[in-house]
């Protein structure tokens, strides 16, 4: 793709694997400068050489824990340090626990909004100025749960929940600073975490992976899982000018699955 973007300064936010990190890489191809940010130091560090040495843009890896108040400023800081400027953020970081409702403790709904919505709230407030300041972007990764419930998913439906309505909400603050904000709902993306959880559902009643993975397909009536750089796509697009009549918006990425208006 060739979107425009070149020259561009980024932070993205659960970088280190998955959906954050094909992010990162698609930014970087279109010549974005991108600084990542996740709890795992070395997965960073690794990932920034990687994307320096691959496309030629500088990066930067900035290693914090994004459930703690004082670490989304820090990110920015050190963005706006190396490259001068932010045009754009990506949040991405936040993974909730999935199980039976009645398991789920106040613990567990409580890291859940830590990392997830308070961690997106507070990286936006932290960027805005800099976004404002450069008429950029915001892209908020979200998920499917937000718009389809489901009884083992209770935590994350909530925060993304909240998170749609957040970025709405900013979208309209967004109009008056020439800030634009949109989120992307993923479905199941064959990430390391999803293939985690099917062979631990494998281990769980004697199946395969495979045969857990069809399943769960079957289930929701969707061909196949999404690849992480088809998420990363979309971001970079939502991101380019060439979406700029596209504001206050959330895309589902799913194969289909979200049926519901």
Request: glycine share 12%; charged share 20%.
């Amino acid at each position: 793709m060739n979107l425009g973007l070149k020259g561009r300064s980024a932070i993205v936010t659960g970088a280190s694997r998955g959906i954050g990190k094909a992010i990162a890489h698609v930014l970087a191809e279109e010549g974005v400068r991108v600084a990542l940010a996740s709890r795992d130091g070395v997965s960073l560090q690794n990932g920034a050489r990687e994307i320096e040495s691959r496309y030629g843009v500088e990066a930067l890896a900035v290693p914090v824990d994004l459930s703690l108040p004082e670490t989304p400023a820090v990110v920015v800081e050190a963005a706006v340090a190396a490259f001068g400027k932010l045009d754009i953020l990506v949040n991405c970081a936040g993974a909730t626990k999935r199980g039976d409702f009645f398991d789920l403790t106040d613990e567990d709904w409580t890291d859940g909004f830590a990392l997830k919505f308070f961690g997106y709230v507070r990286m936006t407030r932290a960027a805005w100025p800099h976004l404002k300041a450069a008429g950029g972007s915001v892209i908020n990764i979200v998920g499917v749960a937000s718009r389809t419930p489901t009884g083992d998913h209770a935590i994350a439906g909530s925060v993304n929940s909240a998170l749609l309505n957040f970025g709405k909400a900013m979208a309209d603050i967004g109009r008056r600073d020439s800030v634009r904000v949109n989120s992307i709902n993923p479905g199941y993306i064959q990430t390391d975490r999803l293939m985690d959880r099917l062979r631990s559902v494998a281990a769980k009643t004697g199946s395969t992976p495979e045969n857990v993975g069809r399943d769960i397909l079957n289930g929701i009536g969707v061909r196949r899982f999404g690849e992480p750089v088809e998420i990363g796509r979309i971001t970079a697009f939502l991101a380019s000018d060439l979406s700029a009549y596209i504001e206050g918006a959330s895309l589902d990425v799913d194969g289909g699955w979200t049926r519901g208006l």
